[in-house]
């Protein structure tokens, strides 16, 4: 261990399971930490998600640690997230590696021995605790899972190899709040537990008074304090274990500009949706249910790890088939990326990257057809929109396999310079490859008064969306305002030394 190594502190995010919301408490905590003037990055040896972005060298990496790193304000690096599972099958994933999709493994063969990807994670892990002075440490599903240890490399391994402290998540909205805790510590081994700094009881709903006395009794099970309950909050930030939080299958309420937004199993990066819940008269709701398709005024495709694969998904469920009538009856329909991809005429996989068979029909409603590849496209772009106002500035990223091009002659390019390779639109149907879209507010209202005047709405000014900035600010002093007396100065201690 080199001395710069040595001067480096750790704190872990460990969770009673997967989906307390341990990668917000560690986005939370990674501000709270840089704000008190440490010089901390975040890191997670491996993450199992769709939600992924671009770094400024065009290298892919979870959304997560991304957060964490502009959290922390860094620019993001893989070493943060050094191991990436994208799964595109109940029991398969493709799987990234510093940045580069190396292939696909099935779940069985992946942890038949994980002892290189380790060793990555691991010389990732160091390379970040020489060169910075605290690094917060997350954790994946339950750091007990026992039948696992010998192939977790995500919990105990990286909080031991930086003799981290640790902080334990639960959520109270599950409920059984005490076992979750207790139940968590007591299986873990004694030098760990030792390490543990406390507990924070995440996402409480409702009177927070009727939870006082529910405190002592569990820090006098627990053995540790309880460092924060923290109340729930609509956040608008990402979470790397589901989809943006809006309703689903919502009924149509009056007056509203409804737009609805595909649910397939693999839909990935949803932060895109997030923008559309900054228009007042937007209703936005994930739809499984094709009795709503026809109520919306705009359906949108989000991205998808496994485009063809999804796709025969929604075939097979009749939501295209209820797409598609929606779109000859007047509705609009927006692509993202995979739902880009969904939108042309043909999909053709001899790769077999996608999940599905090597050729599938899409939704017609573009004059487009897709060829996927292995090679596989991760780049930031900054760019002008051709439609529906010329030159307004787009900025964003790519992260695709397979190519798109045109196979007719109708519609237009939606990029400026660039044509259907990067994004297009016919009649009323609208779509890109280029994550972020809709985060132009300029973009976003010129789009969204395009449907409003077809579907006999009024016009709407110029909304700002929240920037991402703002909310994780807001995050962070929503986390810090629910801190119990002493909990922050006992974590500054863990870290400071």
């Not at 199992?48 to 979870?62: F, I």
């Not at 021995?113 to 954790?139: K, M, N, Y």
């Not at 207790?182 to 760990?192: H, N, Q, S, Y």
């Not at 780049?379 to 106002?389: G, H, M, V």
Request: net charge negative; with cysteine.
């Amino acid at each position: 261990m080199s001395q710069d190594q040595m001067n480096c502190s750790a704190l872990a995010v460990l969770g009673s399971a997967s989906d307390v919301g341990k990668s917000l408490i560690a986005a939370g905590l990674c501000r709270l930490l840089t704000d008190a003037g440490i010089d901390t990055v975040p890191f997670k040896a491996q993450n199992m998600a769709n939600q992924a972005g671009s770094t400024a060298d065009g290298l892919e990496m979870p959304r997560a640690q991304i957060l964490q790193a502009l959290a922390c304000r860094k620019t993001a690096r893989v070493d943060m997230g050094p191991v990436l599972m994208k799964p595109v099958s109940p029991t398969g994933a493709q799987i990234v590696v510093l940045g580069k999709a190396i292939g696909q493994k099935d779940a069985r063969d992946y942890f038949a021995d994980t002892t290189s990807l380790a060793a990555i994670a691991e010389q990732a892990l160091d390379r970040l605790r020489a060169a910075h002075r605290a690094v917060v440490i997350e954790g994946a599903g339950s750091p007990v899972e026992l039948n696992l240890w010998s192939r977790d490399f995500v919990n105990l391994r990286p909080a031991r190899h930086a003799d981290a402290s640790i902080i334990l998540v639960v959520d109270i909205d599950r409920g059984g709040v005490f076992a979750q805790a207790k139940g968590t510590l007591d299986l873990l081994p004694r030098a760990d537990r030792d390490r543990v700094l406390g507990v924070i009881v995440n996402r409480f709903r409702g009177d927070m008074s009727l939870f006082e006395d529910g405190i002592p009794i569990l820090e006098q099970i627990c053995g540790v304090p309880v460092l924060a309950v923290v109340p729930y909050l609509e956040h608008g930030l990402d979470e790397e274990d589901r989809p943006i939080r809006v309703p689903t299958n919502a009924a149509p309420e009056p007056d509203k500009l409804h737009i609805g937004a595909i649910l397939y199993p693999r839909v990935a990066n949803t932060e895109d949706l997030a923008p559309l819940l900054s228009e007042p008269d937007v209703q936005l709701t994930w739809i499984t249910d094709t009795r709503l398709i026809g109520s919306q005024d705009l359906l949108v495709l989000p991205g998808s790890k496994a485009t063809i694969g999804d796709l025969t998904h929604i075939t097979a469920t009749g939501l295209v088939d209820a797409v598609r009538h929606a779109y000859a009856t007047g509705a609009w329909v927006l692509g993202l990326c995979g739902g880009y991809q969904m939108l042309g005429a043909q999909l053709t996989d001899n790769a077999g990257t996608e999940a599905g068979p090597a050729q599938w029909v899409g939704l017609e409603c573009m004059p487009l057809r897709t060829t996927f590849g292995l090679d596989k496209i991760v780049r930031q772009c900054a760019l002008q929109s051709a439609w529906p106002t010329v030159g307004i500035p787009l900025h964003g990223y790519e992260i695709h396999h397979g190519q798109t091009e045109l196979c007719g002659v109708e519609g237009e390019p939606l990029i400026r310079d660039f044509g259907a390779d990067l994004g297009w639109r016919f009649n009323r149907a609208v779509g890109a490859y280029v994550h972020g879209l809709l985060a132009s507010d300029q973009w976003r209202c010129s789009f969204l008064n395009e449907v409003r005047r077809s579907r006999n709405l009024p016009e709407r000014p110029l909304q700002l969306a929240a920037a991402l900035e703002y909310r994780i600010t807001r995050w962070a002093s929503h986390l810090k305002a629910h801190l119990r007396e002493g909990a922050l100065a006992r974590i500054l201690d863990a870290v400071r030394g």
